[in-house]
């Protein structure tokens, strides 16, 4: 079950905002008090029946009712869900469930599609409607019964939860542990008092007990609960200290702190989810993820979050563009002031135009950070791509093409504008970088030009369509025509709608445009074009956008862009 949007209404500065939280992994940004962490606090409401306190409302409505809704959140069902509510009425149709907390505390459940609405589609007499009536009765309290329980828990990873470190003086510390110390204790079963008691009699055979059940026991729970991960953890003493050590496959170890930050805060992780004792997948919360981390540490920190299989979603807020996530377009969100005003809004869609403050690109999303470049971002392994759409759909389709969560590169922006003599620069932007471009006549032009630039041909790749072709062409020729016509209604009033004939499969975009102008309505704009794909994407309806006899070649291309940037998709 995938925790897809949530909509607060008063809580705070948020008046009435709705955060869309599809993905895997979804960034926070805003400036200092904009509402960031206010966001995350809402959230673990989801998780529990306590009311909501006095100062957790927005101070501009004082009167408010008891049963007023604060939050309210869908969850969209996958298949594993529907089996096991598919022996109830019409379970395999439900396709969301919607939670909504009032502001005295009490959880309601909401099921959609509705049983009534499915009655509506039932065709039969009126005995038969009866009957179906008492059937929906019953299944539906039970539907919902299920279906609570496979909701993932929420929970937030502190950063004294994180701070997982190679030694701990156990004379000061094994009373009273620290949190990331004492969920690593719990996790082995290891008495840290007895432990210290043992060391201070020097009693080795006792010590060498503790420490072997200790080791044996983080060895059967990461093997139960967490084999996709290759890391051992191992723990020994000298004098009075605790040592932590991770082990390699060779057996090797090496000390906790020599390790990368991305994977010392996974071991982290596999701890405090152990304390937690989750049964299932749950969704993190962390506040201010970048907290002691140098941009290094950050971009690691960033490739653990999109590998881990541990937590189902993690929703965290940063001021920092090294830890903005690799799916730059459809991964972050951006909590923004109202000028003039206590209040702040949430854009989901950074990279759309905002009409009001005249910002486009990635603008509001640099603003809010207190940034000024987008150069200094891609410092993990990246793929330059021509222009914005190409940022925002290219991760989706990779990943529906790939079956995978984790890419392990950025893709960035920005080769369509960039001045010649500066293209031989973004060799340097990334550890590791490639470019992909599109099959028209612009793209030849990029080509000869990143030549010139000593762009070795290897990190050069073009998108595998027919000549004359963009990414738009690449995409499911309904889908688009259907985002397209969508936007055109939003936009327009009495407008007709473009027919899937008149849409070309080569240039559509400029197909689109011209038949706009020769209609003499506004054409919609690329970036919201894509916008609206992404949500058929990866809300409800879980559309694949790449035309299906582009797949394998869309596929393709994928495992060649890993190859060149020499990707390992394993922590």
């Known amino acids: 079950m995938d925790l897809n949007w949530v909509k607060l209404q008063g809580y705070k500065r948020l008046i009435s905002a709705t955060l869309h939280t599809s993905g895997k992994v979804v960034a926070i940004v805003g400036s200092n008090e904009a509402g960031k962490s206010s966001i995350l606090q809402a959230l673990q409401h989801l998780s529990h029946n306590m009311r909501f306190r006095p100062q957790e409302l927005n101070r501009g409505n004082e009167s408010r009712n008891e049963e007023d809704v604060v939050i309210e959140a869908g969850f969209l069902l996958d298949d594993n869900d529907r089996e096991a509510i598919s022996h109830l009425f019409q379970g395999d149709k439900v396709r969301q469930f919607k939670l909504t907390k009032l502001l005295n505390g009490t959880r309601k459940w909401e099921i959609t599609p509705k049983p009534n609405r499915m009655a509506k589609q039932y065709n039969g007499d009126a005995k038969n409607l009866s009957d179906l009536s008492k059937e929906l009765t019953d299944p539906c309290k039970e539907m919902e019964e299920i279906l609570t329980q496979r909701i993932p828990r929420i929970l937030f990873f502190d950063e004294a939860q994180r701070d997982l470190k190679s030694t701990y003086e156990l004379s000061n510390l094994a009373t009273s542990p620290p949190p990331a110390l004492r969920n690593l204790a719990s996790l082995a079963k290891l008495d840290l008092v007895n432990l210290h008691a043992a060391l201070s009699a020097g009693d080795q055979a006792k010590v060498q007990t503790f420490l072997n059940k200790a080791n044996v026991q983080i060895i059967n729970v990461v093997k139960d609960k967490w084999s996709q991960s290759r890391v051992k953890v191992r723990l020994s003493t000298n004098g009075l200290t605790l040592h932590v050590h991770i082990e390699n496959e060779q057996m090797d170890c090496t000390n906790l702190e020599d390790r990368s930050d991305g994977l010392r805060q996974f071991v982290a992780l596999i701890n405090f989810l152990e304390s937690e004792h989750t049964d299932q997948r749950p969704i993190l919360l962390i506040d201010e993820a970048e907290t002691h981390l140098h941009y290094d540490a950050q971009a690691d920190l960033m490739n653990m ?22 799916d730059l377009g459809n991964g972050v969100r951006c909590v923004l002031p109202i000028k003039g005003k206590e209040e702040s809004k949430i854009e989901n869609n950074f990279w759309a135009i905002d009409k009001q403050d005249k910002r486009a ?56 504008e960039t001045k010649n003599s500066f293209l031989r620069l973004l060799k340097n932007e990334a550890p590791m970088v490639s470019f992909l471009v599109d099959k028209d006549k612009g793209a030849e032009k990029l080509i000869k030009d990143l030549r010139e630039a000593e762009i070795d041909d290897s990190q050069i790749f073009q998108l595998p369509c027919d ?47 011209e038949w706009c102008k020769d209609k003499k309505i506004k054409s919609p704009d690329k970036k919201n074009i894509a916008y609206c794909l992404l949500d058929f994407a990866n809300g409800e309806r879980q559309e694949f956008l790449v035309q299906k006899n582009l797949k394998q070649s869309f596929k393709e291309l994928y495992d060649s862009i890993v190859k060149c940037l020499k990707i390992e998709n394993s922590i």
């Open 467 to 513: 000549e004359g072709s963009v990414l738009e062409d690449c995409i499911s020729k309904e889908l688009y025509l259907e985002a397209v016509n969508k936007l055109l209604q939003d936009w327009n009033q009495n407008v007709c709608t473009m027919l899937l004939e008149e849409l070309p499969d080569i240039n559509r975009p400029k197909a689109v445009e």
């Open 305 to 326: 979050f999109a590998k881990q299989s541990l937590a189902v979603k993690v929703i965290y807020t940063t001021h920092s563009a090294g830890c903005l996530p690799e």
């Open 361 to 416: 690109g990635f603008s509001p999303l640099l603003f809010s950070m207190g940034a000024s470049s987008l150069a200094f971002i891609p410092i993990r392994k990246a793929v330059f791509v021509e222009g914005a759409t190409d940022m925002l759909l290219l991760p989706t389709m990779f990943r529906q093409v790939s079956d995978k969560s984790y890419l392990g590169f950025q893709i960035a922006p920005g080769l369509s």
